[in-house]
């Protein structure tokens, strides 16, 4: 990997990173693996920060303004989604309201940063040697990146906060798509949703269905909650599953024979229909 950096690639690093992504875990499962990959990254780039000599002073600019602060970028990002979906209410309408508070932060940070941020929105270069060479790092009341490294040869007074407008760019897009996903979501349950279907099959059939649809990741592309589905499975087939579905899933786990007995069933008919539809 430091030999990748070292180049002035990031490719290796965003390679590894889609496999992480591109995984079957879960969202927090991602994000914590994400976590202690960029930390492990980190560390090695310590290592050979302290023992290398850039050869000028464009090579270090383009390190620091670069490569680096994309790194720190998405351990930011990653450690931020953590603590969002952590702290994440139960009620829909207030995990609104938890986001939107998250956004406002997003929000002040743009505001007191405002000037910093328009200089690389602008693609400017005039202030390059000062924000992100180590040779112009004199202010310590700028030492933001101390929160990561504890040593001023490793960091400049800037690429800290550049890592943070970057990560935070990112947080914002994700909150608002995330925002918007709820208030669909919302928008259908206020609707008046009237089904004359009924659900004739037994409970843990249906809560067997629900278990394997949120695990193949079919809703929101993974983000919706196993209560939510439940919810909305209840509305349309009239049906009450009860309060705790994960005791009927614990029942599902500890049969002896046949854990996906419905699935099977369900398998099983629709071949059937196909083979007879092919003769």
């Known amino acids: ?14 390679h590894e990173l889609s496999l992480i992504l591109n995984s079957n875990s879960n969202e927090v499962e991602k994000a914590k693996k994400i976590i202690i990959f960029i930390e ?10 302290k023992h290398h000599v850039f050869e000028t002073i464009q ?14 970028a998405k351990l930011i990002f990653y450690k ?39 200089y690389i929105k602008s693609h400017s270069t005039h202030f390059d040697e000062l924000y992100f060479s180590r040779k112009q790092y004199k202010d310590l009341f700028f030492n933001d990146c101390m929160v990561i490294n504890q040593d001023a040869k490793l960091c400049t007074s ?21 925002i918007d996903n709820l208030n669909q979501s919302c928008a259908i349950t206020n609707n008046q949703f009237h089904s004359n ?28 909650d196993i209560k939510e589905i439940t919810h909305v499975f209840e509305k349309a087939f009239q049906i009450d599953l009860g ?22 069933q369900l398998q099983a008919a629709l071949e059937t229909k196909i083979e ?4």
Do not use: C
Not at 1 to 14: A, G, R, Y
Not at 59 to 72: G, L
């Open 1 to 14: 990997m430091i030999t990748t950096i070292k180049n002035n690639s990031l490719v290796d690093f965003e």
């Open 40 to 49: 492990d990254i980190l560390k090695q780039l310590t290592d050979w920060l």
């Open 59 to 72: 090579e270090e600019i383009k390190f620091f303004k670069e490569i680096k602060p994309n790194i720190v």
């Open 80 to 118: 931020e989604i953590l603590s969002l979906v952590a702290s994440l209410p139960l009620d829909k309408s207030k995990r609104i309201k938890h986001f939107e508070k998250k956004l406002d932060a997003i929000n002040h940070f743009y505001r007191k940063n405002r000037e910093f941020i328009k």
């Open 158 to 178: 800037h690429d800290y906060l550049l890592a943070e407008v970057i990560a935070y760019e990112l947080l914002a897009l994700h909150i608002e798509n995330r």
């Open 197 to 224: 279907l009924h659900w004739t099959a037994k409970k843990i059939d249906l809560i067997e269905l629900i278990y394997a649809l949120h695990e193949s990741k079919v809703f929101d592309n993974g983000q919706a």
């Open 243 to 264: 309060d705790n579905i994960t005791r009927s899933f614990i029942d599902i786990k500890n049969r002896k024979t046949g854990q996906t007995r419905f699935l099977n």
């Open 276 to 279: 007879n539809d092919l003769n």
